[in-house]
């Protein structure tokens, strides 16, 4: 079973335990996912299952999209609903007046390539050890600001002590830490209150299932009609051009073989196809029209393997 599958994770279940589940469910030991979210957050979640494990190198650097909300009146120490409040919560009734037009303004500061603290709760390392760990045990968490990219940040929206926002932002940044630095800047303290993801790469809510949704079709249907929750190869890396490989191509390919693609012009990297669904491979010009398939997904040999958690 090969494949990508995008869940709409619920709130409160790690990313890994969804992946869990999705094993189960399928009864396929071989999943992985394509970027973590907090067990707060919900939304888009891409699993990649079987021999797909191997695309998910292309998608380290994955842009992502995301609504939710900010809570301000008081920190916590992850920087969200779940962590312990830092101070007591006065609401302040607030001594910002959480006003639309100001927060917009405050917005354009949160934009473009940024300085960023990671939160102390966060998968980020200090000598080896997850910060979160240290966190846990109250030890001293010394992490370093890192660049990151906000290609979009608007906050839409104010009700009573929310404010309402939707960003889209490149990999590694911290949604939470971004609810925190607004709070220390209004001086009234802030928190990342929901988390909604509706996009990861090219892959969108529309093509979201539960793990119920998930359940009930295995459960009720043939494999071949529940596949059809897969995501269609064709739609898979649209950065790469497809090109379809008669029988002769397939048998070299499927064997780690280099290959002429003729009908490709100018294109680094490719996918190859056996008929319209099968994708069989990523290829990488060598010379010309001459490709070769370093990431066989069907048969054959391949280079190197999955780097899904």
């Known amino acids: 079973m090969n494949g990508v599958l995008i869940i709409d994770k619920p709130s409160g279940l790690t990313s890994h335990d969804v992946v869990n589940r999705v094993r189960r469910i399928l009864g396929q030991r071989s999943v992985g996912h394509l970027g973590t979210l907090d067990p707060m957050a919900t939304g888009v979640l891409p699993l990649v299952i079987g021999n797909m494990t191997r695309l998910a190198q292309f998608y380290t650097h994955a842009e992502k999209v995301y609504e939710g909300s900010i809570r301000f009146g008081y920190a916590t120490d992850t920087y969200d609903?779940?962590?312990?409040p830092s101070r007591s919560v006065q609401r302040v009734a607030l001594d910002v007046a959480l006003n639309l037009a100001q927060f917009r303004v405050i917005a354009e500061r949160f934009r473009g390539t940024i300085e960023q603290m990671p939160p102390p709760f966060s998968a980020k390392?200090?000598?080896g050890v997850p910060a979160y760990k240290l966190a846990r045990k109250h030890k001293d968490v010394a992490l370093k600001p890192v660049q990151v990219?906000?290609?979009?940040?608007?906050?839409?929206?104010v009700r009573d002590d929310l404010a309402l926002f939707r960003a889209?932002?490149?990999?590694g940044t911290y949604m939470r830490s971004i609810a925190h630095e607004i709070g220390q800047e209004l001086g009234c303290g802030a928190h990342l209150n929901t988390l909604r993801r509706v996009a990861v790469a090219e892959f969108t809510l529309e093509d979201a299932h539960t793990?119920?949704?998930?359940s009930a079709k295995v459960d009720s249907e043939s494999s071949a009609a529940w596949e059809d929750?897969?995501?269609h190869p064709r739609k898979?890396?649209?950065q790469m051009p497809s090109v379809t490989a008669d029988e002769a191509a397939v048998g070299r390919i499927r064997t780690g073989r280099t290959v002429n693609l003729p009908e490709v012009s100018g294109a680094r990297q490719v996918k190859v196809f056996e008929g319209q669904r099968e994708l069989i491979a990523i290829a990488t010009r060598v010379a010309g029209t001459l490709f070769h398939p370093g990431i066989v997904l069907c048969g054959g040999s391949h280079e190197g393997g999955s780097n899904v958690r």
């Open 81 to 84: 609903a779940e962590g312990e």
């Open 125 to 127: 390392k200090i000598h």
């Open 149 to 157: 990219h906000v290609k979009e940040f608007e906050i839409f929206g």
């Open 168 to 171: 889209r932002v490149a990999s």
């Open 211 to 214: 793990l119920e949704q998930l």
């Open 229 to 231: 929750l897969f995501v």
């Open 236 to 238: 898979l890396l649209p």
